[in-house]
């Protein structure tokens, strides 16, 4: 566990690992895949000297429903992966939304569809914003954009699916978990929930009376009674909107990227300005809840708006749906299989602008 | 009671409600068998139970613990993230042939070779019951379904899987044993055997395993007479009953009944 105010220099990887730990994370449960096998090597190796659990799964699917298990007792689980792993996940996933259990999933993403590469992508930004799993389930992603934000989102990330009695996943991507950076440690002081009554955790009845936690709802109206209370909270996750805004005031043009591409358009944008071109970025933090209001109101006021993302274009569907009384956006995409740089983005932005080079 | 002692009532932890089951199923005969045991080993407070999917699914309806519902196939995983997040807890799983031999092996053989300390209910009515009647990987040879209606040939679909076997081979398994429930010296075989499989990991020896042989005469299409009988005709001359581990007494016995 982690002291105050320490700073290190670690990777993506391990900083997620102990953000998880210092949040009180109880229980892992790991599968080994590139480019996320720090998590469960590191987990593997601190859970059980603290006196927590670790368990290597026989598959991501066990993983999964593991973490089902763990968050059912109300105890701080999670399981991490990358995209081939995550989708083994989603069964339990939406068995977790329906039931209504608070669960942290890692998402560290390489490239698709299928076994694609192990390098960076941005494309599972569907599979996590618009469900991946079956059935009208929404679970709140975090997509941190730096090795510090990967260790303070994963610590949220707890925060959040206990308050909300729902699944949270972390978005990053090779980028993130695999680059080192200095990290400010938080204090440990996070329970793990072993002992406590939530009022719905499973922890033998004791004399109190038996609890059922389930997703199956048979009779006549109780699953349209169930969707519709998950749609409430659903829509009541707007209050955890997150975002980073950099230079949109006077901006003419507004780069809208997420997650390490957001992080590597800032640079493009810092460049820009130096000789003069009015650009600012708008980097969603919270790919769910989306930050919908904030691209409107930008939007309201006269920016003009590129997406730029790695993948062939998700994200933007988002951003054009918030901003569509007012404007439309460009996209770039730099497809998976290289790294972008700043320089890479500088062309579309200026063709965004109408600057003619 | 006049003049006599009470020889049958209701176990506690048994909620005192009718069940779904059809007329015939032999799945209310092995819950009762498990809330008995929960009873007389004073469990219900710190029991959890793992719901699967199937007709098994409403166990927790029947059983007044804490329960919680797991994906088809993937009870032993749920209970083994329960059982990793409270230790304390005395944790089961119920399921049936489908769910735990078929679409469940992984999570079954690998939560029993890990040696998780939770005990396996495991009902084999050699048929998918809730789904309407369906090949299952523990349907006999020849025995029709609405996907092998000419009769499971062992050429195509295998051979029925002897579970029970495969779990007594894992290393951590403690106790493993096959029992019915078509007699009334059966069931009593069947009570020890379930109580066993809820000491064993309790005892903190490995997992316990109980595979109950049972009927489903809706899907057999037979009477519940009829239905019962072949249990002791086409199942258990191929699925021996017996206990093939069990590490609590350090001595495995192949081939016999259960001692009475």
């Known amino acids: 566990m982690s002291t105050t105010g320490e700073r290190v220099l670690i990777k993506g990887n391990e900083a997620i690992c102990r953000g998880a730990v210092d949040a009180g994370c109880q229980c892992f449960f790991g599968y080994p895949i590139t480019p996320q096998n720090d998590i469960p090597e590191y987990m593997s190796k601190v859970l059980p000297s603290l006196g927590r659990a670790f368990v290597q799964a026989e598959s991501e699917v066990a993983a999964a429903n593991m973490l089902l298990g763990a968050a059912a007792c109300g105890v701080r689980a999670m399981t991490s992966s990358s995209s081939p792993g995550i989708s083994l996940k989603q069964e339990a996933i939406s068995y977790m939304a329906g039931t209504e259990l608070p669960a942290v999933i890692v998402n560290i993403s390489r490239g698709g569809p299928g076994l694609g590469d192990i390098g960076p992508s941005q494309g599972d930004y569907f599979q996590a914003v618009k469900g991946g799993g079956h059935g009208d389930y929404r679970q709140l992603v975090l997509a941190p954009g730096t090795v510090q934000e990967a260790y303070d989102l994963i610590r949220k990330a707890f925060d959040l699916a206990f308050a909300y009695r729902n699944p949270v996943m972390v978005l990053g991507d090779a980028i993130i978990g695999q680059m080192m950076e200095p990290v400010t440690l938080g204090s440990a002081t996070t329970p793990t929930n072993v002992d406590q009554d939530l009022g719905w955790n499973l922890q033998g009845k004791g004399q109190r009376h038996p609890r059922l936690l389930k997703s199956l709802h048979l009779t006549d109206g109780a699953l349209a009674g169930h969707n519709i209370r998950l749609r409430d909270k659903y829509e009541s996750m707007e209050r955890d909107v997150l975002f980073d805004n950099f230079l949109v005031d006077d901006a003419e043009l507004i780069v809208v990227a997420f997650g390490s591409i957001g992080r590597i358009a800032k640079s493009t944008i810092r460049a820009l300005r130096a000789s003069g071109k009015k650009v600012g970025l708008h980097r969603p933090i919270s790919l769910f809840p989306f930050p919908s ?65 | 009671m006049k003049n006599g002692k009470e020889a049958f009532t209701l176990p506690g932890v048994l909620a005192d409600i009718p069940t779904h089951y059809c007329p015939g199923c032999q799945h209310g005969v092995a819950q009762r068998l498990v809330a008995e045991c929960l009873d007389e080993l004073a469990l219900s407070e710190k029991a959890i139970c793992i719901g699967s999917i199937g007709c098994s699914v409403f166990i927790y309806n029947y059983l007044l613990v804490d329960s ?15 059982k990793r997040a409270r230790p304390e807890a005395a944790v089961f799983t119920y399921q049936g042939d489908g769910d ?62 002897k579970m029970t076997e495969i779990i007594a081979s894992l290393g951590g398994s403690a106790y493993a044993a096959r029992v019915a429930v078509d007699s009334v010296k059966h069931v009593r075989a069947a009570k020890k055997a379930v109580r066993k499989a809820f000491e064993a990991p309790l005892n903190n020896l490995g997992l316990g395993f109980v595979e109950i042989l049972a ?35 350090l001595e495995t016995i192949e081939g016999p009944e259960v001692a009475e």
């Open chain 2, 68 to 82: 919680v519902e797991a994906p088809h196939g993937r009870a032993p995983a749920v209970a083994t993230g329960v």
């Open chain 1, 293 to 357: 209001q904030e691209l409107d109101r930008l939007a309201a006021s006269g920016k003009r708006f590129l997406t730029i993302e790695h993948n062939l274009g998700q994200m933007v569907e988002d951003v054009r749906l918030a901003i569509r009384k007012h404007a439309d956006s460009d996209f770039y995409g730099h497809l998976p299989g290289n790294l972008p740089t700043p320089e890479d983005f500088e062309q579309p932005i200026l063709a965004a602008l109408g600057v003619r080079t």
């Open chain 2, 100 to 161: 735990l031999a078929s679409i469940g092996m992984a999570e079954t053989m690998h939560c029993a070779n890990r040696g998780e300390r939770v005990t396996i209910i495991f009902v084999n009515n050699t048929v998918y019951g809730m789904t309407g009647g369906q090949m299952a990987p523990t349907t006999m040879v020849g025995q029709r379904t609405t996907t092998c209606p000419g009769g499971r040939c062992a050429d195509n679909e295998g051979q029925p899987i």
């Open chain 2, 215 to 249: 009927t489903c005469p809706t899907n057999w299409k037979m009477t519940p007479v009829q239905a019962n009988e072949r249990i002791a005709a086409e199942l258990i001359p191929y699925f021996p009953l017996g206990t093939f581990k069990d590490v609590t007494e």
